[in-house]
């Protein structure tokens, strides 16, 4: 069964940092692209990164660029996002998703397994 658990979640102030987690069980991720996306309420979803199965760099939303930076732990078939100078438009709930394929999606409707989200707040 495929699934996907987000972690990392909380409250940080303007500034901070917090390092996001997505643990995979039922497949390999290694083999497939895996995204993070975020909605924030009253808001649509929205892709913040993606990482191809072939570990080409990943791509990032201009919104993001330079703060956050996404990364895969073979070992624990596990991504991460690490998120730092977080400011206040960054609070959503955090999903990761994967396309069921190799590569990266543009569109949200083409991920077909999600995690639960995990909840991230920057005030202070």
């Known amino acids: 069964q495929v699934q996907l658990v987000e972690s990392g979640g909380g409250l940080v102030q303007p500034g901070g940092s917090l390092r996001l987690s997505c643990t995979a069980s039922?497949?390999?991720?290694?083999?497939?692209?895996i995204g993070w996306f975020r909605q924030a309420p009253g808001k649509e979803r929205e892709g913040v990164s993606c990482?191809?199965?072939?570990?080409?760099?990943?791509l990032y939303d201009d919104s993001v660029k330079g703060r956050f930076t996404m990364s895969r732990d073979s070992a624990n078939n596990t991504v991460y996002l690490q998120m730092d100078s977080l400011k206040p438009e960054d609070t959503a709930v955090y999903y990761c998703?994967?396309?069921?394929?190799?590569?990266?999606?543009?569109?949200?409707?083409?991920?077909?397994?999600w995690g639960q989200g995990t909840q991230v707040t920057v005030a202070s």
């Open positions: 039922g497949f390999t991720l290694d083999s497939y692209a």
């Open positions: 998703a994967t396309p069921g394929r190799p590569s990266c999606s543009g569109y949200v409707h083409e991920y077909n397994y």
């Open positions: 990482s191809s199965s072939s570990r080409s760099s990943p």
